[in-house]
């Protein structure tokens, strides 16, 4: 079983960046799919970035160049760095983490971008 926790956001003016911490608990992170979801009020949840065991990424279109997703497998943890951040950013991010079978998600952390 493995339980995750995101931290890390909170309000931000347009424009402004946030990065959002997710810490794993359990073994085997390093062998774990990790990714980033999000959803915006009325919206379905939608996918942001993910990344490998060894390090490679993919990102949803709009969010290329904007959000950059990292992971340290020494500290258990998946980080996602947002950048240039507009209103339509604003919604819970969720952190996943994936392999074969076993499927986790995290509570999720309000990320609002607002003047």
């Known amino acids: 079983q493995v339980q995750l926790v995101e931290s890390g956001g909170g309000l931000v003016q347009p424009g402004g960046s946030l990065r959002l911490s997710c810490v794993a608990s359990?073994?085997?992170?390093?062998?774990?799919?990790m990714h980033w979801y999000r959803q915006a009020p009325g919206k379905q949840r939608e996918f942001v970035a993910f990344?490998?065991?060894?390090?490679?990424?993919n990102y949803e279109g709009s969010m290329k160049g904007r959000f950059t997703i990292s992971r340290d497998n020494a500290k258990n943890s998946v980080y996602l760095q947002m950048n240039s951040l507009k209103p339509e950013d604003t919604a819970v991010y969720y952190c996943?983490?994936?392999?074969?079978?076993?499927?986790?998600w995290g509570q999720g952390a309000q990320v609002t971008v607002s003047s």
């Open positions: 996943r983490a994936k392999l074969g079978r076993n499927d986790y």
């Open positions: 990344i490998t065991s060894g390090g490679n990424t």
């Open positions: 359990g073994s085997d992170f390093r062998f774990y799919l």
